[in-house]
């Protein structure tokens, strides 16, 4: 008998591995004039790149919570989307906590909120706020959550073993100066947290001016969007948290630039709007693909599957040593790190991946003096030929337009015009925030063709035969005891 209960124990821990969950940090108050169009226009954006839910971040003393909240979870249930609360304690200090218990009581019962695969409980973050700990005890005593903050300023090994928490989330995604991303701080966290369940963070760029809150700096981030991803698929955490959707002033947004949205630059103070301009819409193209790897648990690049082939590019549109830095540097001194010029970090390169079912060749053109990628710096695992490739080439102080070509044996395959790189700079100052871009590549189809008529993507589906097949199984061994 004893024998018996452990298989059921193992077989329900083989379905909760499967649970696999990708979610985007939303900054809510860059939501505060939305109109519904645009709240449909981006669940649209999300559920096309196989996102499963928005992460609402907010503090507690913003005036448009209520409304906002109301907003995000009536376009969630109208559109077959999901949404659940990241409680922000860093910018306006402490959330209440018979106010987060009001406030989940509310919201944790909508049919839009996201729940936590393994028991089916509504799933709770925050942004900080580990001073506040001792309310959580008190808080799910209340409302029956499934607990996962983000405490990035607390070593992992003090906070994971608390029993209010049910997993935590590592906020950490950029690397430090001129070092390539490390995944040990996610390694020590997925040590700590042992049998609880990881939030990996996964973040494309870096660069904040915003003299309000006396934010002015860069951390790398040239490869990293295909980096980053790579060690999500090498960790396997279960749940994945993109930075961000929409926080423009930290410039690693990939939803849509809503012109609505931008006030936060004139309320932070910054010497200019550098997102205007600097479309990110580009890294989404890849998700579907990467996203599908993930929750399958094992890379396609060996497969013969059927990839929407294409090619992203990003790019910084000012060279680094054309117009002033504006006082940014590499790193912050407000988390102890040594400080660099902003060059040093960031390079004067145009960077670009390929989602392809063999090798291909790129040339760059800029103001029309073209460079041959030599050799790709990344290729598919394994020797395969299908799958992701990364590279880049220098500017080398070229200016004009930007033109990006991908071919195969002298046939085009897909081309890229982008934003020209120039050296006539807003205010004279450097704008550190790149610009992104997408071509698909000619007879590719649309990713969100591909999924079936419900938005359920075919790693969804493999996910819920295996999870029911195992919960068949443990029912069968349960039976055996009688």
């Not at 499934?146 to 003090?158: A, E, Q």
Request: aromatic share 12%.
């Amino acid at each position: 008998m004893y024998r018996v209960l452990l298989l059921v124990t193992a077989l329900l821990s083989v379905c909760r591995v499967q649970a696999k969950g990708v979610f985007a940090h939303f900054m809510l108050q860059n939501a505060v004039n939305y109109t519904k169009n645009e709240w449909k226009l981006d669940v649209a954006a999300a559920k096309a790149a196989k996102i499963d839910a928005f992460a609402l971040n907010t503090g507690f003393h913003e005036t448009d919570n209520t409304r906002l909240f109301n907003d995000a979870f009536a376009a969630a249930q109208e559109h077959d989307f999901k949404m659940f609360l990241s409680l922000d304690y860093s910018g306006d200090g402490h959330w209440p906590p018979d106010q987060v218990v009001k406030v989940l009581k509310k919201y944790t019962k909508h049919k839009a909120y996201y729940k936590h695969a393994g028991d089916d409980k509504p799933l709770v973050s925050t942004f900080e706020g580990a001073q506040a700990s001792g309310d959580w005890a008190q808080i799910k005593s209340k409302v029956d959550c499934f607990f996962m903050p983000d405490w990035s300023s607390v070593d992992p090994k003090k906070t994971a073993p608390k029993k209010h928490v049910d997993g935590l989330m590592n906020w950490s995604s950029w690397p430090n100066g001129t070092d390539s991303m490390s995944t040990a701080l996610d390694k020590e966290y997925m040590e700590a947290l042992g049998d609880k369940p990881f939030i990996m963070g996964v973040s494309p760029w870096f660069y904040t001016n915003m003299i309000r809150w006396h934010k002015n700096w860069v951390w790398q981030g040239d490869d990293l969007w295909y980096t980053r991803w790579q060690q999500v698929l090498d960790l396997k955490p279960e749940y994945v948290e993109l930075i961000s959707w929409n926080d423009y002033g930290e410039s690693h947004y990939i939803g849509p630039i809503h012109p609505g949205s931008l006030d936060v630059f004139q309320y932070a103070q910054a010497p200019f709007n550098y997102a205007e301009g600097m479309p990110h819409d580009g890294w989404r193209a890849f998700l579907p693909y990467l996203i599908d790897q993930f929750k399958r648990g094992k890379r396609n690049d060996d497969e013969e599957a059927d990839i929407d082939a294409g090619l992203v590019a990003w790019y910084r549109v000012n060279p680094s040593s054309r117009c002033e830095d504006g006082r940014t540097t590499g790193n912050t001194r407000q988390q102890d790190q040594p400080t660099m010029a902003p060059e040093k970090v960031l390079k004067d390169r145009v960077f670009f991946s390929a989602l392809l079912d063999a090798p291909a060749e790129v040339t760059v053109s800029i103001g029309g003096d073209d460079t041959l990628l030599s050799q790709w710096q990344y290729k598919p695992k394994k020797g395969a030929r299908q799958g992701l490739y990364h590279g880049s080439v220098p500017m080398n102080d070229r200016m004009g337009d930007v033109v990006i070509t991908m071919s195969r044996d002298g046939e085009e395959l897909a081309q890229l015009k982008g934003h020209a790189i120039s050296d006539d700079c807003t205010k004279n100052l450097t704008n550190w925030n790149p610009w992104v871009g997408h071509a698909s590549a000619k007879g590719s189809k649309n990713s969100s063709e591909k999924s079936s008529s419900n938005g359920e993507s075919a790693a969804g589906r493999e996910s819920m035969t295996l999870t029911l097949a195992g919960a068949a199984l443990a029912w069968t061994a349960y039976l055996m005891l009688a």
